[in-house]
């Protein structure tokens, strides 16, 4: 199966996004963290925003969580060359606090223009607030995670943010069972990812 070509829009997408100040987290970052990986794959992870290495980097989990996410990922024969992985918000909040409220809403619609534009198939929330804005915003991380929902055509889960699992290592053998879940839909829906 040929890839899709990259839409020229993505790189406009890019460089609007790069200018954005629409709140107060534009103007105190480092770097913009737009994503990274393969922009025409069928499975797009979502965190919530950029820790202090992502902002002096400009690319999403490369901290100690990132390297989490790779180990994660690898376990279930994937890597950021075949998926895509970004953030609800782009810019880092101060002191690596949750992103707030509002600073969600003024974010949100990259992160929309990127799921429409990657088309993804499967979408994993990493942690609680890219659950409560991609899935329903009462969703419960520790009592829904790894069930499987359908939006407009794709399909929507939610697993433990890899910064959660390194602060509560109890959490792990249910991402694991969470990974191979993931595994397994990625299998049923879009196979040719394997291949």
Request: proline share 8%; glycine share 8%.
């Amino acid at each position: 199966m040929s890839p899709r070509p990259v839409p020229p829009e993505w790189e406009q997408l890019q460089e609007r996004c790069e200018q954005c100040n629409a709140c107060q987290l534009g103007r105190t970052r480092t770097k913009l963290v737009f994503g990274v990986g393969k922009k025409d794959s069928p499975v797009l992870f979502v965190g919530e925003g950029p820790g202090q290495q992502e902002d002096l980097q400009g690319e999403p989990f490369v901290g100690a969580a990132g390297k989490l996410l790779d180990e994660m990922l690898s376990i279930i024969d994937l890597g950021r060359d075949n998926c895509y992985i970004a953030n609800v918000v782009k810019c880092r909040p101060p002191g690596n606090r949750d992103p707030r409220p509002e600073e969600q809403e003024a974010c949100v619609g990259w992160l929309y223009e990127q799921i429409r534009l990657i088309q993804p198939k499967l979408i994993i929330c990493l942690g609680r607030i890219a659950a409560g804005v991609l899935i329903r915003r009462d969703y419960r991380i520790t009592r829904e995670h790894g069930q499987w929902i359908q939006k407009n055509g794709i399909w929507y889960t939610a697993v433990y943010h890899p910064s959660a699992l390194l602060r509560d290592l109890s959490r792990r053998p249910e991402a694991f069972l969470d990974l191979l879940n993931i595994r397994d839909k990625i299998n049923e829906v879009c196979p040719e990812l394997y291949q």
